[in-house]
Structures are given as C-alpha cells and as structure tokens.
C-alpha cells in the first residue's frame, strides 16, 4: 500500500518529521522499562534495495557479499542493544491484485531496457536502472534466519501486520518505507532510506505533526489516504471528488505543487464535515455507486488495528477480518493445513502454504530477455515442475486429466497481460506407486521416508532416474544437478558449454569468500548469460517450493543461492566456457575441482541421455569490447557488428 504524495508532503511540511538516534530513544525506553529490550519492528519487503549493496546486480546476484551485507545490518542495531522482528509479506490480498498487475506490467517494461542496455553497451547499467535480483525476498527471509533472526511472514497484508505487531508488543518503532505508516495508529516510523547505519541515525516522522499541519486527527487519517487513492481505492475513483475538492478548498495564493494541493483541499474537506451531525452521509454523497462505497470503506477498514475504531466506519465493520485460515481451505486435510501455516508465519514456505489454502500462487518479475525466442520465460520453463508439486499437494483425483486440481497462477512471462490467472492443471508423476500424498510426506515415519522424500523430490524435476547417484552428492550439488537435468530436458537451446558454466560456478563456489567473489572482474555483460543466471535463480525457488511440499528431503539452507550460485562467478564462468577454455584453465588447474566437475557432468549428461536428450556443444563466440578498443580497425577489420547474438 501506499498513498501518493503524501511522504513527499510530509518531509516538506514543518514539525512532521526531524532526524532522531534511535541509540539515544533505546536508552531512554530502557530507563523507563528496566528489562526492557527494545525493539524494532522491520518491514523486511521496503527494506531489500537497501539491504542488497553489492554493486553488481545484473549477474544474477552477489549472495554471498549480499549476506555480508545483513550482518553488517544486524550487527549495527545488536551493538546498541536492539532486537529486530522482520515481517514479509506472505500473501497478496485480492483487492490489491489489480495494483500488483499494473506494476508487474511496468517493471516488464523496466526489464526491457535494461537488456537493450547490456545488448548495446555490454556492461552493466547504472544504479538508476537497477532491478532487484529475482527471489531476493524468498532468500532473505532465509539468511536472516541463518543470522539468528526472528522471521514473520505475514498471514494478512504485510503492511498491516506490521503496525499491528509494533503496537501489540510495543516496540521502539516501524523501520522501513512506506507513507501508509503515517496513517496506522501505531508506534512511531523510521526511514529506511534515511537510516545512516554507522550511528543510526534516521528521519522519524510524527502522526501528530502530520494532522496538526492538516488540521486533523489521527483518527481521520484512514479516510484521508482513502480519499487521496491508495492500492484499495483506484485514483481514477477519486479524481472527480478531489477536483470538486481543489474547486470548494484550494488555499489562495499558493504555490505549491498539485499533488500537496489535493493533499490539504482533502484535508479541508475532512475537517469541514465533521462540523456537521451527519459527517458520514457527507461523504457518502460524493460516492452514490454503492459498489465505489463499499470499496472505500474497505479501504478505511484496512488500516483500523485490533482494539481500534473509526468514527468513518458503521458500528458494524469497525475491524478487519484477520483469519488464519481460509473457511474452506482447498486441502481438506485440516492437519497438513495447520502445519503449512505455522511453516508459512516462520518463513519457512509461501507457494505451498497458497496453493494448499487458497488454490492460487504467484510470482514477480525477472530479469529475462522477452526477444529472446531460444529460452522460454521461466515461468513457462518451470510449470511442469510445479504441475507436479500441485500433484504432491492437492492430489490427482482418480488419475484421469479431467479430475486433476487446478490451481489459479499469477506469473509474469511474456504475453501474459495478467488480467485474470492461468489455470494449471497438476500433472501426476511418473514414478512407480504413483504420486505419494502431502500428509504421508509431510508426516510419515519409518526407515524408507527420507528416500521417499528425495526420489519425489526428484521426480518433480524429471531427475528420478539418477536418484541413486543424487542422493551420495553434498546436497548443494545435488539440487544443482537436478536443476539442470531438468533446464536441460526443458529448453533446447541449453548446450554443454552452459552446463559446463553451471558446474564450474558450482564446484568453485565453497572455495571463494565474499571477498573474492567481490573483487572477481567480468569483461563483458552478456544478455543471454543474464537470462540463463535468472532462469537458474528461479529455479531454487521452484525447488524450494518442491522441498517443501515433499517433507524436506534438503536443509533449506542447503539449496540457498550463497551454497550454490554466485550471479558474477558465474558470468565469468559462462565466458571462458563459450571462449573455448580447457577445463583445465576454467577450474585454474585444481585437480580436486576437476575431478569432481566431471563427476557432475557424467550425471548431468548421462540422466539427459536417459531421456533421450543428447546436450549438444555450441561455443558462442564473444565479440570483446577490450579488443575492440586496443585494434584500430575495430568492428571493420573483424568484418562484423558488435553484437551478443552469435552466428549459426
């Protein structure tokens, strides 16, 4: 959620917010609490841009720098004696889906540009074009656990369940970035933006301030970011009303902007209409389409916490539903759906816990190349896999297509205007017995569960024939390989030199520090080994999903991006292998690392064969933009055009 405008009115506005150490109010909550410990309530998702500070993005991540990155963070709030809660967001609430297309749509248009910069340039864009790395959300929940933190992921709206937790349990304040913090009654909000780590100090905005500026009270301020439009109530609802505003209350003679016109015309509206006995009706009249009402008293609903009432709301829908669970849940199966919840409020899981409770799963935007016809969109590459995870889940019926479950998806590749979601049927898997069910999963005992657990594990990716070879493999290998048996099964343009790319990341990974992987120097950005470094990050994702509807044959911690891929290493990995390097200089000449790549590679390869699927080599050939610039003849003498495309 958000409202327009709002937080740039406020840090405009005189007595609404000023710098704070939040050092020095943690000292003062202890003296006045003995035994206290103060803590901070953290809106982990307006938190992540900040968070991800290694300078190369573009690659497919620096995790390991990017875990670094948290551990300086915590330990800056640790060392003044603050605990820190991170809540994430674990659901998307149907009002909001409309909003959450609309910037899924825009960030496509985003993604575009930037390869069209890498295709041109081939170097990496400028912070100003930066796109957070795909899953970031997904692996932080993840690393802040690893970092002894407490994790939440929200059953409700994210937003929502932070101010509310901050008010029950009293914290110090809200970190993070997001205006509608200024209309929760709650405790007070910090800036994440604003927030200079070394002292911690930071911009602490003031609810009473705010209304003393607009000359209101706290509790009219729900109905204000209503009236203003937020990602319940639609602008274009609003428009007419706020016109008649700026016509009835635009102050004389003011130079401000439009938007902080609209912002106290509103304002002067709200503070007009209570003067009269029947305020509400007041408002109802400039909203006669009962389905527009009804909408934006959902809006006001939203932002009233337990315990809290509106004077804008009837008597009878003072607060917001907050059920933990769906009336009727699509798994009926009432043991496995409390275990899924409490997994999913842990952080442990959310497609899962979605598609069991609501029969609906979603995923954001990643940096793929929609003009590049050779690799599907990840969304498309990976749905066998998930047809399959819905299959473990939710059943297969009688076994016939007809009697399937169908699950609701909210995927973004290219094509989809993501109007309304794709039904996706599951897909039984092949494997002898049939498809093992969630429960027997979930909670079976006995000597043979874990392998189980691992063979459906694998046969949700296509691997189930190399299950004997997988399973002696370090696990972080092991989901390595079987994501790309299956990368290769599902998109033909995958050669050995791609694979040989993906093996060597991964056999030199535990050997490198953040350090090194920091200092590690990429000639050259190429467009298709961006794409291929993002198909491969949302495939741990899908595995993950896998891990967990399959009772955990892996450690989550096992298949995280910091024990299995590094977005740079990999890169430069990609352009020795496409530049035709021996095995030998890829792997520095490390017989131990060698030993083992190949190893990998007889099972990548032979489980491919076993599929009738031969992985074929195809050097694409790398036009230097160093060589470039050394030769005088440049692109003339080579006789061809720069390019990232390579010739057949």
């Not at 992985?615 to 080579?638: I, P």
Request: net charge positive; charged share 20%.
């Amino acid at each position: 959620m958000g409202i327009k405008g709002l937080q740039s009115f406020a840090q405009n506005s005189p007595n609404v917010c000023n710098m704070i150490n939040i050092k020095t109010l943690a000292h003062r909550q202890r003296s006045l609490y003995p035994g206290c410990t103060p803590t901070i309530v953290v809106d982990a998702m307006g938190c992540l841009r900040t968070w991800y500070t290694p300078n190369a993005w573009v690659h497919g991540g620096q995790w390991k720098e990017y875990l670094c990155s948290l551990q300086k963070f915590i330990t800056a709030f640790q060392s003044a004696g603050i605990r820190l809660v991170f809540i994430f967001d674990g659901v998307v609430e149907q009002k909001k889906r409309a909003e959450w297309a609309q910037r899924r749509l825009r960030d496509n248009h985003e993604i575009s540009k930037i390869f069209s910069f890498i295709k041109c340039s081939g170097k990496q864009p400028d912070r100003n074009m930066f796109f957070i790395p795909s899953g970031i959300s997904t692996f932080t929940r993840f690393a802040l656990k690893a970092l002894g933190q407490e994790v939440v992921c929200s059953r409700v709206e994210g937003d929502y369940e932070v101010a509310r937790y901050g008010l029950q349990h009293q914290c110090l304040g809200i970190l993070g970035e997001d205006s509608d913090y200024l209309i929760f009654n709650t405790v007070p909000y910090f800036s994440i933006n604003k927030l200079q780590l070394h002292n911690l100090v930071t911009l602490m905005y003031s609810r009473e301030g705010l209304c003393d500026s607009l000359g209101l009270c706290i509790s009219d301020l729900p109905l204000l970011a209503c009236l203003l439009g937020n990602d319940t109530v639609p602008m274009h609802m609003v428009e007419d009303f706020q016109k008649n505003c700026l016509t009835l209350y635009r102050s004389k003679g003011t130079r401000h902007n439009r938007r902080t016109q609209v912002i106290q015309a509103v304002a002067a509206f709200i503070a007009h209409i209570q003067m009269s006995p029947h305020y509400l009706s007041e408002v109802e009249k400039y909203f006669p389409n009962r389905s527009d009402l009804q909408l934006l008293q959902k809006g006001v609903k939203s932002y009233i916490l337990p315990q809290q009432t509106s004077p804008w709301l009837s008597s009878k829908s003072q607060c917001p539903d907050d059920t933990k669970v769906p009336e009727t849940p699509v798994c009926p199966d009432k043991d496995v759906v409390q275990i899924v919840l409490d997994h999913h409020y842990k952080g442990d899981n959310t497609m899962i816990c979605n598609v069991l409770c609501l029969g609906e799963t979603e995923c954001s935007n990643t940096l793929e190349d929609d003009t590049d016809s050779e690799i599907p969109g990840q969304a498309l590459v990976y749905r066998r896999a998930r047809q399959h995870i819905y299959a473990v889940l939710l059943g297969t019926g009688n076994g016939s297509q007809e009697t399937c479950p169908v699950v609701k998806e909210w995927y973004v590749y290219p094509g989809n205007p993501l109007d309304r979601p794709t039904l996706v049927q599951a897909v039984p898997l092949s494997t002898p017995g049939g498809t093992p069910g969630v429960r027997s999963l979930l909670l079976g005992t006995g000597p043979d569960i874990q392998r189980l657990r691992f063979h459906t594990c694998m046969a949700c990716f296509d691997a189930d024939h190399y299950v004997e070879e997988l399973s002696v493999l370090e696990p972080p290998l092991a989901a390595t390989c079987c994501l790309l048996i299956y990368l290769a099964l599902q998109v033909e343009s995958l050669s050995l030199e791609d694979v040989d790319a993906f093996l060597s990341q991964a056999v030199c990974l535990p050997g490198k520090s953040a350090g090194e992987l920091k200092c590690l120097q990429v000639y050259f950005v190429d467009s298709r080994a961006v794409h291929l470094a993002f198909l491969y990050l949302r495939g741990i994702v899908t595995l993950m999903g896998a891990n967990s509807a399959c009772g955990y044959p892996f450690k989550m911690m096992d298949l995280m991006p910091w024990n299995t891929f590094d977005g740079k290493l990999f890169h430069q990995k990609y352009l020795h292998c496409h530049k035709g390097s021996s095995v030998e200089e890829i792997l520095d000449g490390n017989e131990s690392l060698i030993a083992q790549f190949k190893k990998l590679k007889a099972i990548v390869y032979g489980a491919c064969i076993a599929k009738r699927r031969t992985l074929k080599a195809q050097r694409r050939e790398h036009y230097h933009l160093q060589d470039q610039r050394q030769s005088a003849g440049g692109q003339k003498a080579r006789g061809y055009q720069h390019s990232n495309r390579w010739p057949r």
